[in-house]
């Protein structure tokens, strides 16, 4: 089926939308000028859709119905059977499939005239000249990673007058949306004016991770007795070769981990392990509704609505949703931060005390910063010098050595600045040390 595009149905479709952009309303942008030409703005914006999950499939049927006929939409996983209950895109045929190809074929295919390009592609895998090339950018991630990544690129793309202030014209709006359980958010940042993805880092909930002691020695709980088989008995029994890792999709190594975990969960008197439990622990798979993805890909389509028109203010500028219990939303504005390492476009300081080891500074940037794998170089006497790298097994060993070294047997001297790169980053951080003396440094704790 598809939609029918004779005249009168054509102006039928977009009633709704010229009642909005042609008159005048109480909620109208400063300034809006109605205009029936509006509708080509719509037409004419090119939008990115960042996730072919459940909340992409969602907001690419809703851009799409709201007349954007120019997207692209990224997603570098393939479908899963687990997938078909809320990705309403696909079908048991499409299995093993990429996302974003299926996805795009069947919108193209229900909706005429509606042009979706996809890629199936890390976003990691673009730089700069492709993401400039949209009018809005739109999230539908499930991982935070992810997130600081795009964040921290399209910060690298602010152009800056000679006054230091931002060019308006060189921000490209990003929209988030995040989902989890009968929870969700949404929000619209505007780099340089509102807060980022990095100064609200406090707002994503942690990484779930168990003790190791727990884990080995009294499990409790049969998260317990499959973290037990995959952290402790595979590395150990290498069931299917040497250095095979975890396939969380596969059938075969997820039954391999029930076996084991329920012989465990039976010793100790626990119960609740079955397949999709396993592979939901293995996967860290957050549960998901259905109906959360729509209300918050609702939310977010309405935003890029605005953007591309200009036609009513903007969400200000981060919405809670929460349904667990009646219905319950929160909008508020996130507090920018001044020294945020990302979009506050100084560098940041960090202490020191000048006997420290380079392994304390790296100890200390990973943990308050959230680092994953940081590559750390700086300029001594005028030369770059690598510090830390351990992207290759080959600067790993080279520079293993200097984290038994002090800042200064490494040449760091008070106000020395050092660019921290790291996978959850496009771009790099610039850090300033401000080194103490031990007594200063025990003087201040």
Known sequence: MTVPTDDSTTKQRWLHLRRILERSGPFKD????????????????????????????????????????????????????????????????????????VAAKFIMNRI??????????????????????FRIIVCGLDSVVARRWINSMLVSMLEYDEDNQIIPSSITPLIDGGTEGFKGNARVIMHGF???????????????????CTIANNPRLPEHCVEWVTSILWPKEQPFGQDVKIDGDSI??????????????????????????????????????????????????????????????????????????????LTYPPEKR????????????????????????????????????PLIYTEINGNAKTLYMTSTEQMREATKPHLKMTLQELGLNNNAELLVGDPARASSMRVILSLTSSMETSTTK
């Not at 049927?61 to 939409?73: E, H, P, S, T, V």
């Not at 039976?266 to 119960?271: A, K, R």
């Not at 439990?277 to 918050?296: H, L, Y």
């Open 30 to 101: 400063p300034n809006f000028e109605p205009s029936s030409e509006l509708l080509a703005a719509i037409e004419s914006a090119r939008i990115l859709i960042i996730g072919a999950g459940g909340l992409g499939c969602e907001l690419l049927k809703d851009l799409a119905l709201m007349g954007f006929n120019q997207i692209d939409i990224i997603d570098m996983d393939t479908i899963d059977l687990a997938n078909l209950n809320r990705q309403f895109l696909f079908t048991k045929a499409d299995i093993g499939k990429s996302k974003a190809e």
């Open 112 to 133: 005429p005239n509606c042009n979706v390009t996809p890629h199936m592609n890390k976003i990691q895998d673009f730089d700069a000249s492709f993401y400039s090339q």
């Open 252 to 329: 075969e190594h997820i039954q391999w981990i029930v076996e084991h975990a329920t012989k465990r969960a039976n010793d100790h008197n626990i119960t609740g392990i079955n397949f999709r439990f396993t592979q939901g622990v293995v996967k860290r798979v957050i549960p998901a509704v259905a109906s959360t993805n729509a209300v918050i890909a609702s939310i977010c389509a309405t935003e890029v609505f605005k953007l591309a028109t200009s036609s009513v203010m903007l969400m200000n500028n981060y919405t809670m949703f929460n349904d667990i219990e009646g219905i319950y939303m």
């Open 194 to 212: 509102t807060s980022c993805i990095e100064c609200t880092l406090d707002l994503f909930p942690p990484q779930v991770n168990f003790p190791q």
């Open 338 to 373: 001044d020294d945020c390492p990302i979009c506050s476009n100084t560098p940041v300081r960090v202490q020191m005390s000048e006997t420290a080891k380079f392994q304390e500074l790296i100890d200390v940037l990973i943990e308050r910063y959230q680092l994953i794998a």
